[in-house]
């Protein structure tokens, strides 16, 4: 990371000398790109910051709503939710402004997240459907997946198993459809899981085990280690605690 700062730090002196505004905006906010990838919230927020000031002198709606989300998802990560819904809200009205659908219902997503967190779940519910709208509109198919995968998670929050289970299934049909291993080995893996409190645990079996083949097929480390925690839990459920204890050593290797 250090290369990458200092290559986007010359840059940036570059881009004084010449006073070119626009450029400075963009070299602080690869800046803040490179901190946050690095953990570094501090410098991340720092950096963002100044690219906003810049947007915001040239009235660069797109940009400010570009830097906005950046911030927007550090608070997320911080667990500063309120702040963040302020943000968002901000966001929205801007993309409002210059008639960004497709960043509207990405904003709608980033919303209805935060009220999940928040466990404001009719909210967080209303903004994954007015998401879900926007992209059977644009027929953008990942993103009618998200959408669904998203309103399963709220659905699952307030222990409606069965309707879980039904946005689930769509999530997983349309990442079928568009060829998203990752997401279809996450969606069998949420599918296993609502079969397991549903405690039927032939069926968790076969999608638990269809979600790690998947992710064993793309090398996806995060998914296997998700998929075997997933099989303890459902070995666990069983009280198969042979099992449990073989498939959670697995997940913490």
Same mark, same amino acid.
């Given at each position: 990371?250090?290369?990458?700062?200092?290559?986007?730090? *010359?840059? &940036?002196? #570059?881009? +004084?000398?010449?006073? =070119?505004?626009? @450029?400075?905006?963009?070299? !602080? /906010?690869? $800046? %803040?790109?490179?901190?946050?990838?690095?953990?570094?919230?501090?410098?991340?927020?720092?950096?963002?910051?100044?690219?906003?000031?810049?947007?915001?002198?040239?009235?660069?709606?797109?940009?400010?709503?570009?830097?906005?989300?950046?911030?927007?998802?550090?608070?997320?990560?911080?667990?500063?939710?309120?702040?963040?819904?302020?943000?968002?809200?901000?966001?929205?009205?801007?993309?409002?402004?210059?008639?960004?659908?497709?960043?509207?219902?990405?904003?709608?997503?980033?919303?209805?997240?935060?009220?999940?967190?928040?466990?404001?779940?009719?909210?967080?519910?209303?903004?994954?459907? *007015?998401? &879900?709208? #926007?992209? +059977?509109?644009?027929? =953008?198919?990942? @993103?009618?997946?998200?959408? !669904? /995968?998203? $309103? %399963?998670?709220?659905?699952?929050?307030?222990?409606?198993?069965?309707?879980?289970?039904?946005?689930?299934?769509?999530?997983?049909?349309?990442?079928?459809?568009?060829?998203?291993?990752?997401?279809?080995?996450?969606?069998?893996?949420?599918?296993?899981?609502?079969?397991?409190?549903?405690?039927?645990?032939?069926?968790?079996?076969?999608?638990?085990?269809?979600?790690?083949?998947?992710?064993?097929?793309?090398?996806?480390?995060?998914?296997?280690?998700?998929?075997?925690?997933?099989?303890?839990?459902?070995?666990?459920?069983?009280?198969?605690?042979?099992?449990?204890?073989?498939?959670?050593?697995?997940?913490?290797?």
């Amino acid at each position: 990371y250090s290369s990458a700062i200092n290559y986007h730090s *010359k840059s &940036l002196e #570059i881009r +004084e000398k010449i006073n =070119d505004r626009a @450029g400075l905006s963009s070299c !602080y /906010n690869n $800046l %803040g790109n490179v901190y946050y990838v690095m953990g570094n919230y501090t410098k991340a927020t720092e950096n963002y910051y100044k690219s906003l000031k810049i947007d915001e002198e040239f009235n660069d709606k797109a940009g400010v709503a570009s830097t906005l989300n950046n911030i927007g998802i550090i608070m997320l990560d911080n667990g500063e939710y309120d702040k963040a819904l302020k943000v968002y809200f901000k966001i929205l009205n801007i993309l409002d402004e210059v008639n960004d659908i497709n960043g509207i219902a990405k904003a709608y997503i980033n919303i209805g997240l935060i009220y999940n967190e928040l466990k404001d779940y009719d909210n967080a519910t209303d903004y994954f459907q *007015k998401a &879900l709208k #926007i992209k +059977e509109e644009l027929k =953008d198919e990942v @993103g009618i997946a998200l959408a !669904y /995968n998203n $309103l %399963g998670v709220v659905c699952g929050e307030k222990k409606d198993f069965i309707k879980a289970l039904d946005y689930y299934m769509n999530a997983l049909a349309y990442m079928e459809k568009g060829g998203d291993l990752h997401g279809v080995s996450m969606a069998n893996n949420n599918i296993g899981l609502l079969f397991v409190k549903l405690k039927n645990y032939q069926e968790a079996k076969n999608y638990l085990d269809r979600g790690l083949e998947i992710a064993k097929q793309i090398e996806n480390k995060d998914m296997i280690m998700q998929s075997f925690h997933s099989l303890s839990l459902l070995d666990s459920a069983q009280a198969n605690w042979k099992g449990a204890y073989y498939n959670l050593r697995l997940y913490n290797l």
